[in-house]
């Protein structure tokens, strides 16, 4: 199988670490995973800001680079959301005929990650061990666009020595959401506070996603408040083998 890592930009530029634990992972499951240079942005800032036709160069430029492999697998619901359910959209909206087919194409190949594992891969043991009590949080797109359910916790479950614990009110927002964190700080502010407490009241000593955003928000929250709660994203954990005998 031809595997493609589409890393993302708040990965590529701030959390370059989630990246490469999805190589280490795939590579320890005996893939070879490549990374097309060519790759950008999804698109996904111009789309929710209504900036659509803005968009269209990325869209190509997604179609053009990731062409040709079997699978496209990113660390990020988001943006793995926005390349299946608006690239079509938008392709059908201002694309031409070849930039639909290409779309149309390759959108069925794009796996956020925990999906690549579980639905393609049909694995939840990848060889992981993490001895620490761990809370997981489902972020917006993971749990209501992608509805991946409980792929995540099935994973983290099958980690050698991770204690999993449930975090209050699990399905709710963190107040994050791109630019709305921005445009709507008050909200967003009191959202996080929410999360934040529910966090600590797991006795977690890391928080974990599908999402990088999401977790920079929390994490942000959390940090402010003096916690000792990290925040890692799922990957992380995934291709750790802390405490494992040589």
Do not use: W
Not at 39 to 68: E, I, K, S, W
Not at 92 to 110: D, I, N
Request: aromatic letters at 6%.
């Amino acid at each position: 199988m031809r595997v493609a890592l589409f890393i993302t930009c708040m990965a590529d530029t701030m959390f370059p670490d989630t990246g490469r634990a999805v190589v280490t992972v795939l590579e320890r499951l005996g893939h070879t995973v490549e990374f097309p240079q060519e790759q950008t942005c999804c698109g996904q800032m111009h789309f929710n800001t209504g900036y659509r036709p803005d968009a269209m160069p990325l869209v190509a430029r997604f179609a053009r680079t990731f062409a040709g492999y079997d699978a496209v697998v990113t660390p990020s619901a988001s943006c793995a959301g926005m390349i299946r359910e608006n690239h079509p959209v938008l392709a059908e909206q201002y694309g031409h005929g070849v930039l639909q087919r290409q779309v149309a194409e390759l959108t069925p190949k794009v796996h956020e990650f925990t999906e690549f594992l579980t639905d393609v891969l049909g694995l939840e043991d990848v060889g992981a061990r993490f001895p620490h009590r761990v809370t997981y949080h489902p972020t917006c797109h993971s749990l209501r666009g992608l509805r991946l359910g409980d792929r995540p916790q099935r994973l983290l479950r099958a980690v050698e020595g991770l204690d999993l614990v449930d975090l209050p009110a699990a399905d709710s927002c963190c107040g994050f959401g791109g630019t709305f964190a921005l445009k709507n700080a008050a909200t967003s502010g009191a959202m996080l506070a929410d999360k934040a407490t529910d966090v600590l009241e797991t006795g977690a000593e890391v928080l974990c996603a599908a999402d990088n955003s999401c977790l920079m928000h929390i994490g942000g929250g959390l940090s402010r408040q003096g916690s000792t709660v990290r925040t890692m994203h799922l990957a992380e954990i995934l291709a750790s083998t802390e405490g494992a005998p040589r």
